[in-house]
């Protein structure tokens, strides 16, 4: 039995085109094979030397040459189904040559045409099996019709030896049946094994699916809630910056007290964040001179916010309270404030901010700018100036006393001046994802000095849209345009 189980899986190897049933059903058919290969093998010797029957020795030789070319067909990936109705056809036609020589239907190898029937539906299927059911059916009535007419068929057993001949033929159909029946109850019990062990399997994963799933709803759940706090938390923190950056915007004057304070102006202001480290500052010290300043705290959100506050409350000390008017002393006095509230004598601390101050006066019609770190761009008498402030920014961790200088300067009615943070030139973007930068921007702005303040303000915002296109704001942003 091992060397035929060896032999099938050898002709069987390589099926990978049959599935799990036909590879089976292929199996069952090839042991079938070898069975009746050595039944035939067997009635071949029986035949010729005992029985002395020419004609069934013929038919088992039939037998064995078909069969060889039967079971060589698995090893060229032939159709189970092929093999089957081939297997049916070789035992209707082998039976019927016997049945014509032994007698009719009075021979004992009537009883092997079930085989034909058999085989079909069990190694092919069952249309088969209903198409070699009616083959099988009319054969044995052509059989039965002959002996009902009388005509006589040709007997070749020997009449001595008719009931050795009957004897061994039911008792290899019997075999045979045997054989099929053990091989096919063996095939169902590994079966169903293999079913039992793919149950437990698909149980084992179903298992564990369905605890995964529960493990998953309840950690669901759990970021659902988590969820829902964070939404909360975040709806309050973003009401809370809301808010602060209704107070940011409130230390600020309006726009539209800028412009009536001078012949015209623009602001523009642009946090990155909902609220910012740039703000702009404003103060009428007297009937004659007017203050502005422009400042960009060190960092963004709502720490820069801070500053700005901070900021602010020292403008208004230095300019309104201690009535320090000239543009470099404001600076100096916020420097040292600044270094003062924030450092606390440590050198590590880096809070800071660029700055700068203008202050105009209408009377003798001059404008004084000082600046931190920031630069002037104006158009004064048809020319267009570029006034840097100094190299210093106020506060920050340097120890040692800075010194702040400060421009004066004559200015014609209509002309205009520009202070901004670094904000816009810094922005990236642009087909090559580049900083604008300042010479860019400095063009920019003198190509539009002579129209409308309030288009001059579309033109910039505009040209910041379309050159952040689709990246992020990189910093806050602030201009202050003024038409003196």
């Known amino acids: ?79 189970p189904i092929i093999i089957g109705n081939a297997y049916s056809f070789l035992t209707l ?30 190694y092919a299927n069952k249309l088969s099996g209903i198409i070699w059911s009616i083959f099988t059916i009319s054969a044995v009535t052509i059989l039965f019709l002959f002996e009902f007419f009388g005509i006589q068929l040709k007997n070749e057993i020997p ?6 001949f009957s004897g061994t ?14 091989t096919y109850e063996k095939w169902q019990k590994e079966a169903k094994i293999k079913l039992k062990k793919q149950n437990d399997e698909l149980t084992v994963t179903y298992e564990e699916l369905t605890q995964q799933t529960d493990e998953i709803m309840a950690q669901r759940e759990m970021l659902h809630e988590h969820t829902q706090k964070l939404e909360k938390v975040n709806s309050q923190l973003n009401s809370s910056i809301n808010y602060a950056s209704k107070i940011q915007r409130s230390l600020m004057e309006p726009e539209k007290n800028i412009q ?20 702009y ?31 602010n409350d020292l403008l208004h000390q230095a300019v309104n309270i201690s009535r320090i008017y000239e543009p470099k002393a404001i600076l100096q006095y916020l420097d040292q404030e600044i270094r003062m509230q924030t450092s606390k004598g440590q050198t590590s601390v880096e809070d800071g901010m660029d700055m700068s101050i203008i202050v105009v006066d209408t009377d003798t ?17 048809e020319k267009f100036k570029v006034i840097k402030g100094g190299k210093s920014a106020i506060g920050g961790h340097v120890l040692h ?10 200015y014609a009615i209509g002309d205009v001046v520009y202070v901004q943070t670094d904000g816009f030139q810094d922005q990236f973007g642009g087909k090559d994802f580049k900083k604008y930068l300042k010479k860019r921007y400095r063009e920019l702005l003198q190509q539009q000095y002579q129209i409308e303040m309030s288009l001059q303000k579309e033109i910039l915002l505009d040209e910041f849209s379309f050159w952040r296109g689709k990246y992020q704001q990189t910093d806050d942003i602030l201009i202050v345009g003024i038409k003196l």
């Open 1 to 79: 039995m091992n060397i035929l189980s060896n032999f099938s899986k050898w002709m069987l190897s390589g099926q990978d085109k049959y599935d799990m049933v036909a590879i089976k059903k292929a199996n069952f058919l090839l042991a079938t094979l070898q069975t009746t290969f050595m039944l035939s093998f067997i009635y071949m010797l029986f035949s010729k030397y005992i029985m002395r029957y020419p004609t069934g020795a013929d038919v088992c030789i039939y037998f064995l040459i078909v069969h060889v070319i039967l079971i060589s067909l698995f090893k060229f990936k032939v159709s």
């Open 281 to 311: 500052w404003y103060s009428e010290i007297d009937e004659n001179r007017k203050a502005i300043a422009v400042i960009d705290c060190t960092g963004h959100g709502v720490p820069a916010a801070f500053m700005t506050i901070m900021a």
């Open 365 to 381: 019609k001059t404008l004084t700018f000082a600046g931190a770190k920031q630069t002037m761009y104006a158009y004064l008498g």
């Open 260 to 279: 009536n304070a001078f012949n015209d102006a623009f602001i523009i202001w642009e946090p990155r964040d909902i609220v910012g480290g740039d703000f």
């Open 93 to 122: 036609s082998g039976f019927l040559v016997v049945a014509f020589t032994t007698g009719g239907v009075s021979s004992p190898i009537i009883a092997w045409l079930l085989c034909t029937i058999v085989s079909a539906y069990w």
């Open 159 to 164: 009449e001595d030896l008719y009931y050795v």
């Open 401 to 410: 006393e800075k010194n702040f200088e400060q421009t004066t300067m004559p």
């Open 169 to 182: 033929m039911y008792l290899g159909i019997l075999g045979y049946y045997l054989i099929v029946i053990v």
